[in-house]
């Protein structure tokens, strides 16, 4: 049993611990390529969640990650054989409803750890916190907390070699031969500006990728994966580490 993951725990060894941070991993159910599993972003989010919060509890964080939430926004892929959409107002309900347990039993820290491209908490959190004027909300895209060139010969974003390799290393008998994988190959906008990330629109998913993967997982390796999910691990625990000792009525200087 881990003190530090809700799903283990019990109410004995809760109901007098003092807990700091709670961490919400938030995934999505969707086609990854042909070669890894649906739910490949709920199995990182949720263990990378439990990897550094194992290490932030070991020296001291008394945090507790909550039980990952598996269906995110995937609007542009409703053309895609069960990829399940959870549109951002569902999604804010729910983050209102576990904020506000949060609030009653003052644990007034609370952190996103995202793991999916189409979910963006941004002005949920704005708009939760004003609800919420003692929780301290944040959050965080733990894809965007290490440089992908020092790890990966080829970036892309969605099955690529990256999300590949941590998924080989992490639960290899989910993982399709890499001669099953389709090459990610991706299309661009015909209009400059979307493609130079000033200007933004969803991309109909089908029409930009033909096997449902954006960038080429060929180069994947296990060895990869885990440098990567290693560096992962320690950038989010010593985060997390930092946010549970943080004081947050005196949060800048
Ligand atoms: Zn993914």
């Given amino acids: 049993m881990k003190p530090y993951i809700l799903a283990e725990t019990n109410w004995k060894a809760l109901k007098d611990q003092k807990i700091d941070l709670a961490i919400l991993p938030w995934g999505a159910t969707e086609a990854h390529n042909y070669h890894l599993p649906f739910a490949t972003d709920n199995i990182m989010a949720e263990k990378i969640a439990h990897d550094s919060a194992a290490l932030a509890w070991a020296g001291g964080a008394r945090v507790l990650v909550l039980p990952a939430i598996p269906f995110g926004v995937n609007t542009g892929q409703m053309d895609i054989m069960l990829n ?18 949060m ?15 189409g979910n963006d908490f941004k002005q949920m959190i704005r708009e939760l916190g004003l609800r919420y004027p003692r929780m301290f909300i944040c959050g965080c895209n733990w894809y965007q907390s290490f440089d992908n060139s020092e790890f990966f010969e080829k970036s892309g974003g969605h ?28 299309k661009k906008f015909r209009v400059k500006a979307l493609n130079e990330k000033w200007a933004w629109a969803e991309r109909r998913w089908t029409q930009v990728t033909s096997d449902t993967g954006i960038g080429n997982p060929l180069k994947a390796t296990p060895e990869k994966g885990e440098r990567c999910f290693n560096e992962i691990v320690r950038k989010i625990s010593s985060f997390i580490t930092d946010l549970s ?3 947050i009525n005196n949060m800048y200087e």
């Fill in 84 to 101: 399940i959409n959870m549109n951002p107002t569902t999604q804010l309900a729910i983050l209102n409803d576990i904020i506000d347990v």
């Fill in 103 to 117: 609030n009653r039993h003052k644990i007034y820290k609370f952190l996103i750890l995202n793991g999916h491209g």
């Fill in 159 to 186: 099955a690529d070699e990256m999300e590949t390799s941590i998924m080989q290393y992490l639960v290899p008998e989910l993982v399709l031969p890499l001669t099953e994988a389709g090459k990610g190959d991706s």
């Fill in 245 to 247: 000792k943080a004081d």
